[in-house]
């Protein structure tokens, strides 16, 4: 039995048990890789002040998001195919954010429907919307998020384009995968999966097939998806989505103040510092790097969190030391699932917890909503 103690053994237990190409597909960035890999670098740069004598006796890491508690300020981001990681991936994940205490968000690209993570959980969990070309389409998907009682609707503004990255073109990506020889030989190495992954009917992308006219199999759906991400997307369609949609509104991908104006100007409740985890612009900042600067722009008038490159609590603290309000993490939680399902994705959780909590006392403070800059040290002492 494998001893867990950090996301890192989470992510080895990963590699090992999920096919290669849905493994390399999260564990990787476009092109270069090096606005992926600065993520976490970046993040790790910062050095804490470590703080004696400050009576640290009671604390407590509990925030709100968007107004709603939260356990700790770390949402699950929208990740697609998470349901190829582990059979029923998106059910399993909402699953175990729920009983922690924190938000899940599905994403457009799931395998698990709205519906279905809807039927198997009891609270609302958020739904993330691509801007497709098809806005009937879009219309449709907004009223079922609604039907289903999402309680937010987190709009993702960086994918109009798709980045490359160079694995999931070697790999021949596409779900479920294809029955080459080389596929057929990784997945020999993986039963677990396989048996898993048989004993589900949940292998496509269950917010699209048999919702759109003439998408009924995976060649007719890789080719309605990759024409259906839209460049056109501009400010204005964000204020019709905020007006169809009516509740809560997340903007994700924001790495620029000027942007980070018009989505406090768009009247949304919240933004995300996202470099969709180094996945889009390879040469793009890290968004640790690109997170003060949008602070200071629109600070309270909207909620600022941050994502992209967390693989631990001390990130999290890093993250809000410089102003973010709260977290999402992506591929920390993947690799929990990936390695254990429903369990794994708690595991990360956990640890995540944990972390935040003790870092958070090392530097003398108590609550995790008072935290600020004064918790690092200067960068250039
Ligand atoms: C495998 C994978 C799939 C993703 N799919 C989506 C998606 O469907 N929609 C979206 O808005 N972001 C997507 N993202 C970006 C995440 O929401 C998030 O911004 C990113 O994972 C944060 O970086 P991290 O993985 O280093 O935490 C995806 C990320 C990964 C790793």
């Known amino acids: 039995m494998t001893v867990i103690t950090d996301i890192e053994d989470l992510r080895v237990l990963h590699k090992k048990r999920a096919p290669r190409m849905f493994y390399d597909y999260c564990d990787s960035g476009a092109w270069t890789e090096r606005t992926y890999r600065s993520n976490q670098a970046d993040l790790q740069d910062l050095k804490f002040r470590q703080r004696v004598a400050m009576n640290v006796d009671r604390r ?79 219309e449709r998907l907004i009223e079922r998020a609604r039907a289903a009682r999402c309680s937010a609707l987190v709009l993702t503004l960086d994918l109009t384009i798709l980045g490359q990255r160079h694995k999931d073109v070697k790999n021949g990506l596409s779900t479920p995968p294809k029955p080459t020889v080389a596929n057929l030989l990784d997945l020999l190495r993986r039963p677990r999966w396989c048996r898993n992954m048989l004993g589900t009917p949940r292998r496509q992308f269950g917010n699209i097939v048999g919702h759109v006219d003439g998408v009924g199999d995976t060649s007719s759906l890789a080719s309605w998806t990759s024409a259906q991400f839209d460049p056109t997307l501009d400010w204005s369609d964000v204020e019709w989505i905020k007006r169809r949609w009516g509740g809560p509104l997340v903007l994700k991908g924001i790495m620029d103040a000027e942007d980070a104006r018009h989505a406090a100007d768009s009247g949304a409740d919240a933004l995300v510092v996202s470099n969709h985890g180094g996945r889009q612009l390879d040469g793009a ?59 794994g994705v708690t595991r990360c959780l956990e640890i995540i917890r944990k972390e935040l909590d003790i870092t958070m006392a090392f530097c003398g403070r108590t609550d995790v909503r008072q935290v600020d800059r004064s918790i690092l040290l200067p960068r250039h002492p």
């Open 60 to 138: 407590s890491i509990a925030s709100t998001m968007l107004g709603q508690p939260v356990a700790m300020p770390v949402a699950l981001a929208p990740t697609g195919l998470a349901g190829m990681q582990w059979a029923d991936g998106e059910i399993l994940a909402a699953r175990a954010a729920e009983a922690f205490g924190v938000p899940f968000t599905l994403s457009t690209m799931s395998i698990c429907s709205i519906e279905d993570v809807a039927a198997h959980t009891t609270k609302p969990f958020w739904f993330q919307l691509y801007v497709l070309r098809d806005r009937a389409f879009i």
């Open 285 to 343: 900042p890290s968004t640790i790097e690109a997170l003060p600067a949008i602070v200071d722009a629109v600070g309270p008038r909207i909620e600022v969190w941050f994502d992209s490159g967390i693989r631990s609590g001390q990130d999290v603290l890093r993250a809000l030391a410089l102003g973010a309000k709260a977290t999402m993490i992506g591929r920390a939680y993947l690799h929990g699932l990936g390695a254990m399902g429903e369990a």
